[in-house]
Each structure stands twice: as structure tokens, then as C-alpha cells.
T-cell receptor, first 113, second 113 residues
Framework: GQNIDQPTEMTATEGAIVQINCTYQ??????LFWYQQHAGEAPTFLSY????GLEEKGRFSSFLSRSKGYSYLLLKELQMKDSASYLC??????????????FGAGTQVVVTP | DTAVSQTPKYLVTQMGNDKSIKCEQN?????MYWYKQDSKKFLKIMFS???????INETVPNRFSPKSPDKAHLNLHINSLELGDSAVYFC????????????FGPGTRLLVL
């Protein structure tokens, strides 16, 4: 089975940096995704890592270490609109699952003025 | 120019009824999914179709029956609705047999009374 852990909630101030950690135990690992979900809305794609290292996209960066089963999402220069749930999702490619995404429970980020 | 659309957005119904949710994507993707997000915000895969063929079928009660008339559409029919079916149902799509990023629809909020 798959096991994906991330903190339940994090609070940070506008303009600050927040790092959301995600650890996973899975078989057939084939990529890790981060999605952002505002309350009452659909998850929207933020980033994708399949090789070890850092991927940077504007204010958001994501890091992956496959040997440690670990990823983080870094949000810089926080804005009020960044208040949302951030979902870590692991893709598994096995004989009976085609690109199946397993999601963590999400980390609720609260940005305060 | 909506990418992944779902109807209806809200659905309130009585226990025991049968209802359907429809999903359409205009991204030209070949793979579509149904997810359930419960009250704890945990997003879980239910089904996936690739080119109209069922490729993922998680442990879901057989009261739930997906149907894909063509690769741009994936519908979900639910028989004999129960209180525990109350959740948000998200449709998603991706390209290349699920090897690419998944894009989510706006969700259907189902409330069973």
C-alpha cells in the first residue's frame, strides 16, 4: 500500500517563506506532484518532480529525494491568496495501475497579515 | 473554453435515489478519472478510463458505475444513494495513458439527506 504524510496545518505571515514537507512510502514510484486547492474549488497543478533535486517556478519550488522518500514545497514571498490546502500526490506505475495518483491528506496553509 | 467541466455543480437528493454526474474535457486527453473527496478533504481515486476502457477500479461499492461514451466524456451513475455518499466528486483528465499531469474539473457537491 501507499503511505503519504504531510503536516495538517501551517501558519505564516505575509511576505514570509513556508516549507511544506511530504514523506512517502510507495512501490512503483514514478513522480511526485504538488497541487493547490482553495476552499470549495478544484485542485490545481503546481509542480512535478520525478528526478532528485529542486524545480523552481516563480515563487514556488519543489524538491525531491527519492532515496529518502521525501519532498518539500517551498512558498516564498507569501501572499494572502496563498492561503489554501496543498496536496502532495505520488504517482505509481505498476502492472495494474496506470499513473495512479495517491494523495496525502493535504496541508492547510494560513497566511496572516 | 473550460478545460474539464462537470454537471451538476450541486446535487441534493434523498437516500435511495439514483443520480448521475457528467464530465467532459476538451483538452484532447485520452485518460479520465473520478475522485471522491470526503469531509476530511482526503482525495481518493475511484475509477479511471483510458480511451473508453476501464483501467483503474478501486474498491468502490458496485452501486457506483462509470460510463465513458467516448474519450472526452466520463459519467458516474450512483444507485441507491446512501448518507455516506455525501462528498465532493471530482473528474480529472490526463494525456498519454495517465503518464502526464492530471487536470481537475470544478467538482460536484453531493449531499444525500
Amino acid at each position: 500500500g501507499q503511505n503519504i504524510d504531510q503536516p495538517t496545518e501551517m501558519t505564516a505571515t505575509e511576505g514570509a517563506i513556508v516549507q511544506i514537507n511530504c514523506t512517502y512510502q510507495t512501490s512503483g514510484f514514478n513522480g511526485l506532484f504538488w497541487y493547490q486547492q482553495h476552499a470549495g474549488e478544484a485542485p490545481t497543478f503546481l509542480s512535478y518532480n520525478v528526478l532528485d533535486g529542486l524545480e523552481e517556478k516563480g515563487r514556488f519550488s519543489s524538491f525531491l529525494s527519492r532515496s529518502k522518500g521525501y519532498s518539500y514545497l517551498l512558498l516564498k514571498e507569501l501572499q494572502m491568496k496563498d492561503s489554501a490546502s496543498y496536496l502532495c500526490a505520488v504517482r505509481c506505475m505498476t502492472t495494474d495501475s496506470w499513473g495512479k495518483l495517491q494523495f496525502g491528506a493535504g496541508t492547510q496553509v494560513v497566511v496572516t497579515p | 473554453d473550460t478545460a474539464v467541466s462537470q454537471t451538476p455543480k450541486y446535487l441534493v437528493t434523498q437516500m435511495g435515489n439514483d443520480k448521475s454526474i457528467k464530465c467532459e474535457q476538451n483538452l484532447g486527453h485520452d485518460t479520465m478519472y473520478w475522485y471522491k473527496q470526503d469531509s476530511k478533504k482526503f482525495l481518493k481515486i475511484m475509477f479511471s478510463y483510458n480511451n473508453k476502457e476501464l483501467i483503474i477500479n478501486e474498491t468502490v461499492p458496485n452501486r457506483f458505475s462509470p460510463k465513458s461514451p467516448d474519450k472526452a466524456h466520463l459519467n458516474l451513475h450512483i444507485n441507491s444513494l446512501e448518507l455516506g455518499d455525501s462528498a465532493v466528486y471530482f473528474c480529472a483528465s490526463s494525456q498519454n495513458g495517465g503518464r502526464e499531469t492530471q487536470y481537475f474539473g470544478p467538482g460536484t457537491r453531493l449531499l444525500v439527506l
